[in-house]
């Protein structure tokens, strides 16, 4: 938000200095980002006048002009303008000084003819794309004065943040408020002097709110003979210092209100609204208005228009009709404040793709109170620029009046919560101040009623937020919190995540965080089964359904990364996947049943591109090896893959991810080739997805010590001939599960199919380790234990021994 200085001060007496207003205003929450000053780039400009003008001796083009700049002596320049005469005020740049084009003026000759300084136009001063000729200044303007001052551009403009809760100070009266109370001097509103004719403004146009939940109240004023042009000088200058553009006389009046008082306007061309009704609906199927900025709009349902007899005329709080567009030929006019909801507005204007001043300020909450003061102070400053007379009355629909909120604040709270002692007698002040009315007192209390302005507070918290900045936070001591002298240990969820993430970032992933919405394109490519949560009010078609897995934000981002030439992707992420439920919605059952995932996505080179490593590509084992170091971190044991077919993943490499006893933690594979050409990716993508509930079900965070072995092992090979699909988890599970308590651990160390093995046979060899924990085991113990693995993984599993040794 641009603030004017010199605007502020109108409204409140300003310290001299302009860095400590902007040290108050951000002090009180009101942070100042930046300020601009336009007059420097306008240092060493000056009113000269013009005292002769004569040809140039030596170019047709040129004058030699000797200008006077209030001292003894003329000033010779050479000019190329034509649109001067000999006692015209113009701006003179004087030796030394640098335009805001970056030309440095110096002493020259200009075809044989000395030039001490340079005319300027508009364009050389920055100041408009006018480059015609030169800038000519007010016939009153002071010789030797700066032009910035001369044009009233002796000004500071401040850039302040204004948060989203504080819409109340999107204006310079909301402003000069707070400055006010951090300086302690009165605040000075504008005082509107408004002088009304008779017939009524109600028998010249009639009102009706259709929709008083969505416009709870809208206002009007009637301003018959108006004569529209050029604002002033001083309105335009104030408007363009904080960003606005200048049009015309009435419009500037509406913006001009707008940034002071901080509540939108509109005027319409009475005369070109049909029946002199104004209708407050919603629009109607298959309607259609042209906005100000010259498109043609579909409307909504849904959309808030102000309508008239026949037609929409504008979008309700978010930007008005071509048809009934203020112009030269407009003579009666329809001034408007109203008061709309303010999600309304969001909606309306988000689905248009538009953003106004006036929607900006009608959804984050305006005053419903500064309704009438906004219409009155338009109307009379129109009534002073552009003439015409205003009719009696404001025509004012408010059928359902909204009450102030009350609050109670508790003076020993204050010190409570904040940690530091506030006088009740400087609470009171603060709040007084700030707007805020005592309704009742009671014991160490007092209830209060909140302007209407400030949307943001609705609870004793809110109040002593108030009281807080402006007593000032620098005033608040810094001491140790008093209470609990230890920390709350880590939660097991939090721990968990905390390892689970660790172990991610081990394996070279990188998290993403996405959105909840996806388009259920998607969701059906990768398999999965419909209905989908829809949005009410989607953010685009591409984002109207809420994820039931969160492979799609993560395919998006795989997606946009090979758009960009990346070779190596590995990404993962933690999230809510969201599914039907049918009990949602009813008692305090959650409409959707939301499911806690970490899911990943690899694809691409394994080490990156390199003279020292080839040009490896991941494969499913990456993925799997991203699973196994997760459960690793979390101390799960005995987890397996089972080979399954699970609708996003290829059915020749896919697995079930599932614990020693049984439950299921998520899955692992390769991208489906159907899914892959639906959302136009490569095909070796891999991914993987862990349910967190029953991962964090599963982990063991508590480490649990093992004595070294006292005794050596004796290692053992087997070498057995299985079908090919048989897995090797479960030829290892039998292998442990018979060879107890001997049998310490077997790891598979090759794999082998072809000749001379039969087809659909593979040869899989385990190294297998024996240990006891009490004595030195005999060959006897090894071979009695190791024959009956040999016996049963031939008969459970249909193996063959293909060759044993030790």
């Known amino acids: 938000m641009k603030i004017s200085l010199k605007w502020l001060g109108d409204y409140v007496g300003l310290p001299s200095s302009v860095e400590e207003v902007a040290a108050k205003l951000t002090a009180a929450g009101l942070e100042v980002e930046g300020m601009e000053r336009p007059a420097e780039a306008l240092r060493g400009v000056v009113v000269a006048q013009v005292r002769e003008a004569v040809a140039h001796p030596n170019a047709e083009r040129l004058q030699v002009t000797r200008v006077d700049v209030g001292e003894y002596a003329l000033v010779q320049v050479v000019c190329g303008a034509k649109n001067f005469k000999v006692g015209d005020k113009v701006p003179l740049a004087t030796l030394g000084t640098t335009l805001p084009n970056g030309v440095r003026i110096e002493r020259a000759a200009l075809r044989g003819v000395e030039s001490s300084g340079m005319l300027c136009s508009a364009k050389e001063l920055g100041l408009s794309e006018d480059a015609s000729g030169l800038l000519i200044l007010p016939r009153d303007a002071r010789l030797g004065l700066p032009v910035a001052e001369a044009l009233g551009l002796d000004d500071v403009v401040l850039e302040v943040n204004v948060t989203p809760n504080r819409p109340d100070a999107l204006n310079h009266l909301g402003v000069a408020r707070e400055l006010a109370v951090v300086l302690g001097v009165p605040l ?69 209100v707008l940034l002071e008082l901080g509540h939108p306007l509109h005027a319409f061309d009475l005369d070109k609204v049909g029946g002199r009704q104004v209708v407050v609906r919603t629009a109607r199927a298959g309607e259609k208005v042209t906005t100000l900025d010259g498109k043609e709009r579909a409307l909504d349902a849904e959309d808030l228009v102000i309508a008239d007899r026949e037609r929409a005329q504008a979008l309700a709080g978010v930007m008005g009709g071509g048809d009934s567009e203020v112009s030269d030929a407009t003579r009666t006019l329809l001034l408007e404040s109203a008061y709309f909801q303010p999600a309304s507005i969001r909606r309306t204007a988000r689905r248009h793709g538009l953003h106004t001043e006036a929607s900006h300020r009608f959804e984050r909450g305006a005053d419903v109170d500064v309704v009438p003061l906004a219409l009155d102070r338009a109307a009379a400053l129109i009534a002073e620029l552009a003439g015409g007379t205003v009719r009696e009355g404001r025509v004012d629909v408010y059928p359902s009046p909204i009450a102030p909120r009350e609050v109670t604040l508790r003076f020993a709270h204050v010190a409570k919560l904040l940690g530091a002692q506030v006088p009740e007698a400087e609470c009171r002040r603060i709040l007084t101040a700030l707007g805020f009315t005592p309704v009742r007192e009671g014991a160490g209390e007092a209830t209060w009623r909140v302007p209407t302005a400030r949307v943001d507070v609705e609870r004793e918290e809110d109040l002593i937020e108030e009281i807080a900045r402006i007593h000032g936070y620098d005033r608040i001591p810094a001491v140790l919190p008093r209470g609990v002298g230890f920390l709350a240990p880590e939660s097991r969820e939090a721990e968990s995540e905390r ?173 489906h080739p159907r899914a892959a050409r639906s959302l136009d990716l490569p095909g070796d993508v891999f991914l993987f997805a862990l349910d967190l509930a029953a991962l964090y079900a599963e982990a063991e965070l508590v480490p649990r010590a093992q004595p070294l072995p006292r005794f050596p092992a004796v290692l053992r090979d087997l070498a057995v001939v299985v079908p090919s699909e048989l897995p090797n988890a479960e030829v290892r599970s039998v292998i442990l599960e018979v060879g107890r308590p001997l049998a310490e651990d077997a790891q598979v160390f090759d794999v082998y199919t072809g000749q001379p093995l039969p087809e659909g046979q593979k040869n899989l060899a385990y190294a297998i380790r024996y240990r006891a924990p009490d004595r030195t085991l005999t060959d006897v113990e090894v071979n009695q234990a190791h024959q009956r693995i040999v016996d049963e993984v031939k008969r459970r599993l249909g193996g063959s021994l293909r060759g044993a040794n030790s």
């Not at 809208?218 to 200048?246: D, F, H, N, Q, T």
């Not at 394994?606 to 494969?619: C, Q, V």
């Open 499 to 671: 390892r689970m993430r660790e172990a991610l970032a081990g394996e070279g992933l990188d998290e993403v965080v996405n959105y909840s919405f996806v388009a259920p394109r998607t969701l059906t490519a990768l398999g999965e089964q419909g209905p989908f949560i829809a949005l009410m009010n989607p953010l685009s078609a591409e984002q109207s359904v809420m994820r039931t897995t969160l492979f799609g934000g993560l395919l998006e981002n795989l997606s946009r990364s090979i758009r960009h030439q990346v070779d190596s992707v590995r990404l993962y992420e933690v999230g809510r996947s969201y599914h039907q439920d049918a009990r949602g919605g009813q008692g305090q059952h959650p409409p959707a049943s939301e499911r806690r995932t970490v899911a990943g996505v690899l694809w691409g080179l394994r080490a990156g591109r390199g003279w020292t490593s080839k040009d490896a590509r991941m494969d499913f084992y990456d993925a799997k090896s991203a699973v196994e170091a997760t459960l690793a971190a979390l101390h799960v044991e005995g987890a397996r893959f089972e080979v399954a077919e699970l609708p996003a993943y290829h059915p020749r490499a896919s697995a079930r991810v599932v614990s020693a006893g049984g439950r299921e933690l998520g899955s692992v594979g390769q991208l």
């Open 188 to 256: 000075r509103p504008p005082q509107v002097k408004l002088v009304e004719s008779k017939p009524p403004a109600r028998e010249r146009v009639s009102i009706r709110v259709e929709d008083a939940a969505r416009c709870p109240r809208y206002a009007a004023r009637v301003i018959e003979g108006v004569k529209v042009g050029p604002s002033p000088a001083w309105m335009a200058e104030r408007l363009k210092a904080c960003g606005v553009r200048s049009i015309n006389n009435v419009v500037d009046v509406t913006n001009y």
